[in-house]
């Protein structure tokens, strides 16, 4: 099996998303050792860093340098061109905090932190909040499992976006020291 991830969170290093991507990827991969992994990553100004993940013959990587304005026009608004046009045929796909792209046959899997768009958006810019909604909607409408890092984010996956609950599956973050 292929699972392609979308990494371009790491750009943000040592934020709890960036934290919680390496160690989910890491532990991924540790496990699927019989699995091919694409990792997706793109930034216009920030290069890749792939000190945080041994060399390994099944991890492949695809690098752009796209910006994240680009990549939410093209995805979350447009919606169009497929992941699958960047990295490569996949089996699953899981997209992580910014952006929801379609998908040719890709089972898909997103990774949903909080809703703290929803629930206090006076903790966030307007930008922000216009990007998470669009992501949503996507991943609402498209996504098969959900994987929250929480009960309290399924909870609130649940009531705020009613989301069936067959779909969210926690994922607790791993402690990193």
């Known amino acids: 099996m292929t699972i392609g991830i979308d990494i371009s969170q790491l750009a943000f290093a040592h934020t709890g998303v960036a934290n919680l991507l390496k160690q989910l990827v890491n532990s991924m991969i540790d496990e699927g050792q019989e699995h091919d992994f694409v990792l997706f990553y793109s930034s216009?100004?920030?290069p890749f860093n792939s000190?945080?993940?041994q060399p390994r013959k099944n991890v492949r990587f695809k690098l752009y340098k796209f910006p994240p304005t680009f990549l939410d026009v093209l995805w979350n608004r447009l919606h169009i061109i497929p992941i699958?046009?960047?990295i490569g045929e996949v089996d699953i796909f899981i997209s992580s905090?910014?952006?929801e792209p379609p998908v040719n046959k890709a089972r898909k899997l997103s990774i949903l932190?909080?809703?703290v768009v929803l629930k206090y958006p006076e903790e966030s810019t307007k930008k922000i909040i216009e990007t998470q909604k669009r992501k949503l909607k996507h991943l609402i409408n498209e996504t098969?499992?959900?994987l929250c890092i929480s009960e309290s984010t399924a909870h609130d996956a649940e009531q705020l976006l009613k989301i069936d609950e067959k779909r969210l599956k926690v994922?607790?973050?791993a402690l990193t020291l």
Do not use: S
Request: proline letters at 5%.
């Open 144 to 146: 098969q499992t959900i």
């Open 51 to 53: 000190e945080w993940i």
């Open 113 to 115: 932190y909080d809703l």
């Open 97 to 99: 905090d910014w952006t």
């Open 84 to 86: 699958e046009h960047f």
């Open 44 to 46: 216009m100004r920030i």
């Open 171 to 173: 994922v607790y973050p």
